[in-house]
């Protein structure tokens, strides 16, 4: 069974002050692992979707890289309105099937004071 | 372009009483996928459709949950009786079909349950 693990659950940063969040899965077959951002109320926003380990993507303040076992999501000189929930997600091979469904971690809340 | 739509955004029911919510899928997205997210937790995976066909219904509680899909476009989510532990966020999400797509998920039904 495929499984996410999300460190830390929260985190409290200062405007400016970089960090990473961790994205630790183990999955049957990685088809996929997907980065997305959660504002309160709504739903899930796509930001990022790596495939294979070595691989990174950036957009604005954000980066994420993928190794074998983890993908970290680093954020430099964040903003307040960079506050959210982080989620990960990965896609396996699903048994074989070409239908894998994503497995989620439980988010880690991220907020960035002025 | 649209994005994936949801209707109700809210709902407050009695436990034991039915509900029902709508999703609009992205145009031509094939895939369809109905999540619920607990408070505090990442979204689980209820139903995947691909068109009209049911291709993981796994952890769909089938003897209160129900889903369908016609003509291949909106689907509806049905659950009778609810329970208490049914208070979550209903998400909906689609995609193009095959693995390693971008999932894009509507804004969530709101359910409480008393």
């Known amino acids: 069974e495929d499984q996410v693990t999300q460190s830390p659950e929260a985190l409290r940063l200062q405007e400016g002050e970089s960090s990473s969040l961790n994205c630790s899965y183990t999955v049957s077959g990685l088809r996929g692992l997907f980065w997305y951002r959660q504002d309160p109320g709504k739903g899930p926003e796509f930001l990022f979707t790596l495939y294979s380990a070595g691989e990174e993507k950036e957009k604005e303040r954000l980066k994420a890289t993928l190794t074998k076992k983890e993908s970290f999501l680093h954020i430099t000189a964040p903003k307040p309105e960079d506050s959210a929930t982080y989620l990960c997600?990965?896609?396996?091979?699903?048994?074989?099937?070409?239908?894998?469904?994503?497995?989620f971690g439980q988010g880690t809340i991220l907020t960035v004071h002025p | 372009e649209a994005g994936v739509a949801q209707s109700p955004r809210y709902k407050i029911i009695e436990k034991r009483q039915s509900v029902a919510f709508w999703c609009n899928p992205i145009s031509g997205h094939a895939t369809l996928y109905w999540y619920q997210q607990i408070l505090g937790q990442g979204p689980k995976l209820l139903i995947q459709f691909q068109n009209n066909g049911v291709v993981d219904d796994s952890q769909l509680p089938k003897d209160r949950f129900s889903a369908e899909r016609l003509k291949g476009v909106d689907s509806t989510l049905k659950i009778q009786p609810a329970k208490l532990e049914d208070s979550a966020v209903y998400l909906c999400a689609s995609s193009l079909v095959g693995t390693g797509h971008t999932q894009y998920f509507g804004p969530g039904t709101r359910l409480l349950v008393l």
């Open positions: 997600a990965v896609q396996g091979n699903a048994g074989g099937t070409s239908y894998g469904k994503l497995t």
